[in-house]
């Protein structure tokens, strides 16, 4: 079975200071990993992903994350967080069903929050 | 080009009432899914259709039903509902080659 866990449910900050929220999983196959944001009262946006290749994969908005195969963690870091930056971050995992579904198991999620 | 659409976006529910959660996505995405969010348990897969005329149980089945009326559209429905089921539900899809979900804005629902 597959679990995800992120160590911190919530990470406040200075607006420009680097940020790092953490995301350990397991899992006995190999695995797909996403970051997902969600704002306020809307759903869940993709942030980025790692599927295969380079294992430091980044986003448009100056999110990168590098997979660790070895330490089984896939953190997300920004060098320098905006006040926009204030959301709830998922992290989750998938492999590749047999009927070509990607289920998705969660982390419970960790609140960023970048004050001024 | 809307995504995926949830309707309602609220509902409130007396005990034992039913009612049916309706999604729809525009994309062309053969699987679909519903999950629950509750506070610091992130989201929880409840049912998925892989394709078009399947449906499975994920981790959260016990009190809900799905049909998966065509290629757009991937419904819930609650028989009998109840206090443990108050939570925030979305929709999402896939596409099979990508990987990538994407969701619904949302339906909170309270069970009184």
């Known amino acids: 079975a597959q679990s995800v866990t992120q160590l911190d449910s919530q990470v406040p900050v200075f607006e420009e200071a680097p940020v790092e929220l953490r995301c350990n999983y397991s899992?006995?196959?190999?695995?797909?990993l996403f970051w997902y944001v969600q704002y306020p009262n809307q759903g869940l946006q993709l942030l980025l992903k790692?599927?295969?290749?380079?294992?430091l994969v980044e986003s448009i908005n100056g999110f990168e994350a590098e997979f660790n195969k070895s330490q089984t963690s896939f953190h997300l870091r920004k060098p320098s967080v905006h006040i926009s930056d204030t959301a709830e971050y998922f992290c989750?995992?998938?492999?590749?069903?047999?009927?070509?579904?990607?289920?998705?198991?969660f982390g419970s999620g960790t609140r960023l929050l970048v004050r001024p | 080009n809307a995504g995926v659409t949830q309707t309602p976006k609220f509902q409130v529910l007396k005990t034992g009432q039913s009612m049916t959660l309706q999604c729809a996505q525009d994309?062309?995405?053969?699987?679909m899914y519903w999950y629950r969010q509750d506070p610091g348990m992130g989201l929880r897969l409840i049912y998925y259709s892989a394709s078009e005329g399947t449906t499975d149980k994920g981790e959260v089945p016990n009190g809900y039903n799905v049909s998966r009326l065509n290629k757009r559209e991937f419904s819930l429905r609650l028989e009998s509902a109840a206090p443990s089921q108050t939570s925030v539900y979305f929709c999402?899809?896939?596409?099979?080659?990508?990987?990538?979900?994407?969701f619904g804005p949302g339906t909170r629902l309270t069970v009184l």
């Open positions: 994309m062309n995405h053969n699987s």
């Open positions: 999402a899809s896939s596409d099979s080659s990508r990987g990538t979900q994407y």
């Open positions: 989750a995992v998938s492999n590749t069903g047999m009927d070509s579904s990607y289920k998705l198991i």
């Open positions: 790692y599927l295969s290749g380079s294992t």
């Open positions: 899992s006995s196959v190999s695995v797909y």
